[in-house]
């Protein structure tokens, strides 16, 4: 069974950036597609972006052109660049991985963007 562990969380100021790390357990070219996804306080669980073994990206619309996915594939790790936080982007972000068996999931991580 896969482990992802999410680093990189924390609270920072409307307009700021973080950078959340996702690091895989197993070489992440074993999945068919990485992402983050996140929960935000009384809302459903949000597909943020994701990344596919192909190097296919997609972004949900309310964050295009602020965070950016990518990929170390020598260290198995999978990466959030969240720039121009926003309040609104404020909940708890989980790392997924999705292989032949189903998909995997992180502990989640908090961003907090105060405004």
């Known amino acids: 069974q896969v482990q992802l562990v999410e680093s990189g969380g924390g609270l920072v100021q409307a307009g700021g950036s973080l950078r959340l790390s996702c690091a895989a357990s197993?070489?992440?070219?074993?999945?068919?597609?990485m992402g983050w996804y996140r929960r935000a306080p009384g809302k459903q669980r949000e597909l943020v972006a994701t990344?596919?073994?192909?190097?296919?990206?997609n972004y949900v619309d309310s964050v295009k052109g602020r965070f950016t996915i990518s990929r170390d594939n020598a260290k198995n790790t999978v990466y959030l660049q969240m720039n121009s936080l926003k309040p609104e982007d404020t909940a708890v972000y989980y790392c997924?991985?999705?292989?032949?068996?189903?998909?995997?999931w992180g502990q989640g991580t908090q961003v907090t963007v105060s405004s």
């Open positions: 197993r070489s992440i070219f074993s999945f068919n597609v």
């Open positions: 997924n991985a999705e292989d032949h068996y189903g998909n995997n």
């Open positions: 990344i596919s073994r192909g190097g296919t990206i």
